[in-house]
C-alpha cells in the first residue's frame, strides 16, 4: 500500500498530502493537479499506485527505422 493511498484511506485531504510530500520530496514531489487525481482514483477504485495494464494500439513511432532518423 502506497502512502497516497494509506492516508486517503485515513480521510487526509489532498492538500494535506501534498505538504507532507512536499516536506519529504520537495521539488521533487508530485505536482498539486496529480495529487488530486491520484486521490481522485484512490477513493474510487485504485489500490496500487502500478501501471495496471491494459490493451492499446502497438507503438508506431518506435521503430529502428525511426530511431535512425
Known amino acids: 500500500m502506497s502512502e497516497k493511498n494509506f492516508l486517503t484511506r485515513e480521510n487526509v485531504k489532498p492538500a494535506e498530502i501534498l505538504r507532507r510530500l512536499q ?15 491520484w486521490c481522485k482514483e484512490f477513493n474510487e477504485r485504485r489500490n496500487r499506485v502500478e501501471n495496471v495494464n491494459h490493451p492499446r494500439r502497438p507503438r508506431t513511432s518506435i521503430s529502428p527505422v525511426n530511431i535512425a532518423r
Open 23 to 37: 516536506a519529504q520530496f520537495g521539488n521533487e514531489s508530485l505536482s498539486w493537479p496529480r495529487v488530486k487525481v
